[in-house]
């Protein structure tokens, strides 16, 4: 299986993330990569760079103004007297079609959902290369790959059009979607990881011809908390198009497998000829977010059935957090999916 990477995506070296009221170390360091790739390579993944498509691909799906603020804001931050190292922000509109603000700090507070995206120097041009990654994993799937492996990261699946969250910046997962659409594909997007892919919900929930559907723990109590839920289906052309599966806290690999059966149904039915997998590694029993219960065998059986729907499949790295097995959680799925559709 192919697979694609960017060593400049070690830009992005995050120190904070608040939970609880609590400073804490950010969980997405850029230890994750070693990881990762070491998992990849172990499932017979031959790593390649990432060709540069410019900016155009990921402005099809991140508005200009978004995009600017990305690029800039870490400088423009820096100027600000007594500011410190990440831009963090410390105040949210209320409603986001008031205003905008000129200030660093209100833009911080109209562009980034949460206190879990810190912008570094480096943040933008690893987000960058992250996209540009998961872009050239679509031009090979376009190119007649059955199976290619996007190591991105940062993750990208909390990321709206013009908004940060939860880690993400680049929404890499929508933009690979996108590049096989306007190559005349029709693309599903299957995200697995524990959290809701509420970024790449919001940016085609009023299409229909890109298919959104999400496994993830029930929002209800868990992060994103106000997207995911099981009644949120699209909206206008897009309605029907959105499949959320919110599963209990603590689901194991058979209920999990189950569950996947109906997402995977969703995407037959839609008449998908090419799938983008978000692929978390954060449903894992002992991942640090600790929301499922699936074992690393269980990794391998999820990746075999998504080869079972005998379509060209894009994994984009999403979560999937510092433990011991991490890495053999990813030699896992792609074996899986590796040894079923040939």
């Known amino acids: 299986m192919k697979a694609v990477f960017d060593a400049r995506q070690w830009r992005h070296d995050p120190r904070n993330f608040m939970a609880n009221g609590v400073l804490l170390p950010n969980p997405e360091q850029p230890a994750r990569i070693d990881r990762l790739k070491a998992g990849a390579e172990a499932a017979g993944c031959v790593f390649a760079e990432p060709a540069d498509a ?9 508005t200009a103004e978004y995009l ?14 007594g500011a410190g190292q990440e831009v963090i922000p410390n105040i949210h509109p209320a409603n986001r079609s008031d205003s905008y603000p000129r200030s660093a700090v209100g833009q911080a507070g109209y562009h980034q959902a949460d206190t879990a995206c810190p912008i570094a120097e480096g943040t933008w041009e690893a987000a960058y290369w992250s996209a540009q990654t998961a872009l050239s994993g679509a031009d090979l799937l376009l190119g007649g790959e059955r199976g290619v492996y996007a190591l991105s990261r940062p993750p990208g ?40 892919g509420n970024g790449t919900q919001g940016i085609f929930h009023d299409r229909s011809d890109v298919l959104t559907v999400s496994l993830h723990a029930d929002p209800v109590r868990f992060y994103p908390f106000f997207w995911g839920h099981a009644q949120e289906r699209g909206q206008g052309a897009g309605l029907g198009y959105n499949l959320n599966i919110p599963l209990p806290r603590g689901t194991g690999d058979d209920d999990y497998l189950t569950a ?6 969703r995407i037959r039915s839609f008449g998908a000829d090419a799938v983008v997998v978000a692929l978390g590694l954060d449903t894992f029993i ?15 059986r999820i990746g075999a059935a998504i080869a079972g729907l005998g379509l060209p499949t894009l994994f984009v790295q999403e979560g999937g957090y510092l433990c011991d097995a991490l890495a053999d959680n990813l030699t896992s799925a792609l074996s899986g999916f590796r040894d079923l559709s040939g």
């Open 260 to 265: 996947l059966e109906g997402a995977l149904a």
């Open 54 to 62: 410019g900016p155009g691909p990921i402005a099809a799906i991140h």
């Open 286 to 300: 002992d991942d640090p977010f600790k929301g499922f219960a699936v074992t690393t065998p269980g990794f391998a």
């Open 157 to 196: 699946h909390h990321a709206f059009g013009d908004l940060a969250g939860g880690f993400c910046f680049l929404n890499n997962a929508g933009i690979a979607a996108e590049r096989i659409r306007a190559a005349g594909l029709r693309p599903a997007i299957l995200d697995v990881d524990v959290h809701h």
């Open 68 to 81: 600017s603020f990305l690029e800039n804001i870490h400088t423009r931050w820096r100027r600000i007297d």
